[in-house]
């Protein structure tokens, strides 16, 4: 049996879901996309859950990304629709949850796995973290990437980050204003459970939730149907 790629753990009213494919610095497949939809729906509706902490196993990645050698018996623009439906699933989810969600990131956080926690209501960060959008490199558009880094950082920091394919370190982004703290990796649990016990979950904070966030849902959606065009393109050109 496969060990869960994603492990839930309750902590005095916080849900930690821990991202676990340490084989693949936690790159997200589709079993992963699934479990982390279904356990935000049940944190949702468990009133003892008060705050939910997105995290990873391990010290040295946050999330690698799409798993790219899933669907490899698919034609790629058919494997490339089904890693954005998959991933627009899961930010969605994330974006709709109706508690506090915070992203305690450690290591690197590449391409759709730097959307998870952009896609979080606040981002602690520890010294190594590290966020790149490498797509632009690879010659593949991103404009769901855009439109997370733009929502939380800017457009300028869009534009370095996106257009430019330089990766951010923990430090800069705390500059920038879109990571909240920045600790030593030893100490980074600890800060990120004295910041969840700050929040509360209630009905207010998810009113204002979908308020803030339906502007930056529905460009999401259209961000998505945008990278879809773009792939139609690529594909029929052969390139």
């Given at each position: 049996m ?9 902590r ?44 990873s ?10 798993d ?32 506090p ?12 796995g ?36 733009e ?16 990766a ?13 703290a920045v ?36 460009r ?20």
């Open positions: 496969n060990p869960s790629p994603l492990l839930p753990e309750d005095e009213g916080v849900r930690w879901l821990q991202l676990h494919r340490p084989q693949s610095a936690h790159a997200l497949d589709e079993a992963l996309h699934l479990a982390l939809q279904a356990q935000l729906k049940i944190a949702s509706e468990d009133p003892q859950v008060q705050c939910v902490v997105l995290s196993t391990g010290a040295k990645a946050f999330c690698a990304g799409a790219l050698k899933e669907f490899s018996e698919m034609p790629p623009q058919a494997a490339a629709l089904r890693r954005r439906h998959l991933l627009l699933s899961t930010l969605l989810a994330l974006m709709d949850f109706p508690k969600l915070i992203a305690q990131v450690g290591g690197a956080a590449v391409g759709a730097a959307m998870l926690a952009l896609a979080c209501d606040d981002i602690l960060a520890a010294s190594n973290a590290r966020f790149h959008f490498p797509e632009i490199s690879l010659g593949m558009a991103s404009p769901m990437g855009c439109l997370m880094v929502w939380r950082a800017g457009a300028r920091v869009a534009q370095t980050l996106v257009q430019g394919g330089q951010c370190g923990a430090e800069l982004a705390h500059s920038q204003g879109w990571v909240k600790n030593p990796g030893e100490r980074l649990a600890e800060a990120t459970f004295g910041l969840a016990h700050t929040q509360a979950a209630s009905a207010g904070y998810a009113t204002n939730k979908v308020w803030l966030h339906a502007p930056w849902r529905e999401l959606i259209a961000a998505a149907e945008a990278a879809t065009r773009a792939d139609v393109a690529k594909y029929q050109n052969g390139t």
